[in-house]
């Protein structure tokens, strides 16, 4: 399979610790990177390869992956963290790319 | 600065064509891959192909929804990549974005540009 899953909603309290998660058959051979979309803002990358944040963003955001899936933390979760999340690897046959169905981050 | 600016967009009527451009500047245009990636109003993102660069002859390859009606080219020496839109459908509307590809990431993002399918 091509598709990269997610759930679709999360909440956590200010200053918490939240993970995203994202499964898909591709993340066995492809790590995950992680895009963060707020209304009205360009879309920016938080996470690419095993686990590398480009300049700019912060360190309670990193990320990891696991047999077939892959994981975006959040710790100390802060106001301007409120977002939507999406994952994105190469597919199994490493040509193409597939997006995950993004998750809707809630701070509390 | 890394610049990514589409243009092109508007609305057009199902099985009409469009041809989306991008102008890039800040970088070495001619080294990156170029990605089109799609975003439908209130929907998730869609990844819709890429071209790479020269030293992988500019080798494209396409989502399966519009694989044989889009088509991706570049000019290196106007640093632009395009996405050439045919037989377009209403499930084609959505704010399209031009993305620099990096070693299997996609930055920096820009503004996008709102192709509309429509009779």
């Known amino acids: 399979s091509s598709e990269l899953t997610q759930d679709p909603a999360v909440s956590v309290a200010l200053g918490q610790t939240v993970r995203i998660t994202c499964q898909g058959d591709?993340?066995?051979?492809?790590?995950a990177s992680w895009y963060q979309q707020k209304p009205g803002q360009a879309t920016i990358l938080v996470i690419y390869?095993?686990?590398n944040r480009p300049s700019g963003i912060p360190d309670r955001f990193s990320g990891s992956r696991s047999r077939n899936s892959a994981s975006l933390t959040i710790t100390g979760a802060q106001a301007e963290d409120e977002a939507d999340y999406y994952c994105?690897?190469?597919?199994?046959?490493?040509?193409?790319?597939?997006f995950g169905t993004g998750t809707r981050v809630t701070v509390l | 600065e890394v610049q990514l600016v589409e243009s092109g967009g508007g609305l057009v009527q199902p099985g009409g064509s469009l041809k989306l451009s991008c102008a890039a500047s800040?970088?070495?245009?001619?080294?990156?891959?170029m990605h089109w990636v799609r975003q439908a109003s209130g929907k998730g993102l869609e990844w819709v192909g890429r071209?790479?660069?020269?030293?992988?002859?500019?080798?494209?390859a396409y989502a399966a929804s519009v694989k044989g009606r889009f088509a991706i080219s570049r000019d290196d020496s106007k640093n632009t990549a395009f996405l050439q839109m045919n037989s377009l459908k209403t499930e084609d509307t959505a704010v399209y974005y031009c993305?620099?590809?990096?070693?299997?990431?996609?930055?920096?993002w820009g503004q996008g540009i709102l192709v509309t399918v429509s009779s």
């Open positions: 993305i620099r590809g990096s070693g299997g990431w996609f930055d920096p």
């Open positions: 800040g970088f070495t245009f001619s080294g990156f891959s």
């Open positions: 071209i790479r660069s020269i030293p992988d002859n500019y080798a494209t």
């Open positions: 591709s993340l066995r051979s492809n790590y």
């Open positions: 390869g095993k686990n």
């Open positions: 994105n690897s190469r597919d199994s046959s490493g040509n193409l790319f597939v």
